[in-house]
Nanobody, 124 residues
C-alpha cells in the first residue's frame, strides 16, 4: 500500500511556474506507477502526467505537453511535477496518485491510492 501526500500548490500569475511534490509512504512505492491528476470545479478528474515505476516512461496530456515535467526519485519516495508557462485553465486541485501496477498508466481507474490534493490557482 502507498499513501501519497502532496505539497507545493499556491497562487501564481499567468506564465509563472510552480513545482508540486508528492511524498509517498509505503514499501511498494518503488514498484508503483505514479501520476498527477487535476480536477477543476464542474469538471472530471483528469490525468495530466504519469510515470512508470522506473521513471523511464512518461505520459502527458495534450493540454500540458511541453509545459509540465513529471519525475520521481525512488530513493526518496518522491514524485514531482514541474509546471511552467502556467495558464488560467491550469487552475484546479492537483492530486498525486499511486497505482497497484508498475507499468505506465493514465486511466483514472488504474490508480488506487490518492493524496488529499493541493490547490493551484493561476491568476491573469
Amino acid at each position: 500500500q502507498v499513501q501519497p501526500v502532496e505539497s507545493g500548490g499556491g497562487l501564481v500569475q499567468t506564465g509563472g511556474s510552480l513545482r508540486l511534490s508528492c511524498v509517498a509512504s509505503g514499501r511498494t512505492f518503488e514498484t508503483a506507477a505514479m501520476a498527477w491528476f487535476r480536477q477543476a470545479p464542474g469538471k472530471e478528474r483528469e490525468c495530466v502526467a504519469a510515470i512508470n515505476w522506473t521513471g523511464g516512461r512518461t505520459y502527458y496530456s495534450d493540454s500540458v505537453k511541453g509545459r509540465f515535467t513529471i519525475s520521481r526519485d525512488n530513493a526518496k519516495n518522491t514524485v514531482d511535477l514541474r509546471m511552467n508557462s502556467l495558464k488560467s485553465e491550469d487552475t484546479a486541485v492537483y492530486y498525486c496518485a499511486a497505482s497497484a501496477f508498475s507499468a505506465l498508466q493514465s486511466a483514472l481507474g488504474a490508480y488506487h491510492y490518492w493524496g488529499q490534493g493541493t490547490q493551484v490557482t493561476v491568476s491573469s
